[in-house]
């Protein structure tokens, strides 16, 4: 008698080949949503254009605003300085640029101050009206640069002349190198290192970039050999509706980060409005960018598990972002130092923040720009540019490299370092990508960016 056989299965079932890394399917499901990528358009747009014609239009016969004058009074004091090859220029594009400004009707006391300190160095008069303005009804801060630039300075009156502008450090700058030399002694370096920093900042640059290319000694062996694979994307849903549901909390998250920066700003300045006090209320944008992610959007709010298995940041993910962020150092800073090239057109490219430490070491304003640099930043972000962008533009697009790029080349163009620096911030923002991809996290990339941001101050006031 025959054994009875188990009969085969209709179906015999099949190993599921997984998705490819490289595409998302574009699976649609409901009514798409453009509210989000029209505020997104809008708001790129502006700051593309802004940008854009900053950039190819600063010149010194083009300023328009005081930050714009004072860069070329900070310009020709570091020049004169440091006798660089670039002195006449930078004393002549001063010229120009304080002659702009003094045609310009203006009432402001901060223009009237920019204006003084400009014309004493450009070996001007002293505008009568800019006078007028800061005695009248002048605080410490004008009747110091008023004693300085038209009244005597002797050596036991200089550091108390001196004081009242720390609030200013660009003014003080310029101010504290002219009212030496007036009172007949050699004016310090102010705002340029001194060579035992320098020396110090050098080395830094050369061991983090040493550390960087040991690090890509280990890591493009297992990229090449498969040992390192791509997780995928954080966010699991891959139609493009979800890609609405992405520029739709980008959109929020800007939108809430400028009303945090306001509740800061209101908050730094009825407590006292020093840098210290700034650092402390700056972190107030943290909770607005939790508030916007609360929001419920198609019906259900953003989580942090949405972002990633591992949200939070432990020793893996702190290891991780170290390491991404050795890789990604000597790539930016080649590319920096290749587009440095375009200087002679474009502005050089410049932060506001670390041109404030150049002129201002102190305490407060150092943590000042820690706090922006390494914990705001990165978090706000990161969350807007990998977190939300990254994974819809990869979903609209249907490829995670269209994504990355997209995401990184905007991600570039919201920084006010200017065009010539777009190429390099942008291998910030592609480097990211990749590690957030990687990961499957968005942790190790707040840690890159935030190691990079702290790198780039640390450098700033080693060689300022």
């Known amino acids: 008698m025959d054994e009875p056989q188990s009969p085969e299965p209709e179906n015999p079932p099949t190993l599921q080949k997984p998705p490819l890394l490289d595409k998302v399917p574009p699976v649609e499901t409901g009514i798409r949503h453009f509210g989000g990528w029209f505020a997104l358009l809008v708001f790129f ?45 930078a004393h002549t594009d001063l010229v120009i640029a304080t002659k702009v400004i003094e045609l310009k009707k203006f009432e402001m006391k ?19 009206r800019a006078v007028r303005i800061l005695t009248k009804d002048g605080d410490a801060v004008d009747h110091s640069i008023l004693n300085i630039y038209t009244g005597p300075v002797h050596g036991r009156n200089l550091l108390v002349l001196l004081k009242p502008l720390d609030s200013e450090p660009v003014l003080k700058r310029a101010a504290t190198v002219y009212a030496y030399e007036k009172a007949g002694f050699k004016p310090p370096y102010v705002g340029v290192s001194n060579s035992k920093s320098r020396g110090i900042g050098l080395a ?12 890509w000694l280990v890591v493009f ?134 041109t404030a430490l150049a002129a201002d070491h102190s305490f407060g304003m150092i943590l000042f720009g820690l706090v922006t640099a390494a914990v705001l930043a990165p978090i706000s972000e990161e969350i807007i540019f990998r977190g939300l962008l990254f994974p819809a533009f990869a979903k609209l697009t249907g490829k995670v490299w269209v994504g990355a790029l997209l995401s990184s080349l905007l991600f570039a163009s919201l920084h006010p370092q200017g065009v010539s620096a777009w190429m390099a911030l942008a291998s910030i923002g592609g480097a990211s990508c990749m590690l957030s991809y990687y990961t499957k996290s968005l942790a190790p990339s707040i840690i890159l960016h935030a190691l990079d941001n702290t790198t780039i101050l640390i450098i700033s006031v080693l060689l300022s």
């Open 221 to 354: 062996p297992a990229l090449t050999s498969g040992a390192l694979k791509p997780k995928g994307l954080q966010l699991q849903a891959a139609t493009k509706l979800e890609a609405d549901r992405l520029a739709i909390y980008a959109a929020l998250v800007f939108g809430f980060l400028q009303i945090g920066q306001l509740v800061a700003y209101a908050l730094a300045v009825a407590f006292g409005g020093g840098r210290l006090t700034a650092a402390m209320t700056s972190l107030f944008c943290i909770p607005f960018i939790a508030l916007a992610l609360r929001c419920k959007v198609f019906g259900r709010h953003m989580s942090l598990a949405e972002f990633g298995p591992s949200p939070g940041v432990g020793a893996k993910q702190l290891f991780q972002g170290a390491i991404g962020f050795l890789c990604e150092w000597p790539i930016s800073m080649g590319i920096l130092t290749a587009t440095s090239m375009l200087s002679k057109y474009l502005p050089k490219a410049e932060h506001p923040l670390t």
């Open 110 to 128: 901060d223009t009237a101050r920019a204006l003084v300190a400009m014309e004493a160095e450009a070996k001007m008069p002293i505008s009568e």
């Open 45 to 89: 747009g502006y700051v593309l254009y802004s940008a854009t014609t900053t950039s190819l239009s600063h010149r010194p016969d083009k300023v328009e605003t005081v930050a714009e004058a004072e860069r070329y009074l900070s310009r020709a004091v570091d020049s004169r300085q440091q006798h660089s090859s670039g002195e006449r220029k």
């Open 204 to 215: 830094f640059i050369a061991v983090t970039l040493m550390a960087g290319g040991l690090a």
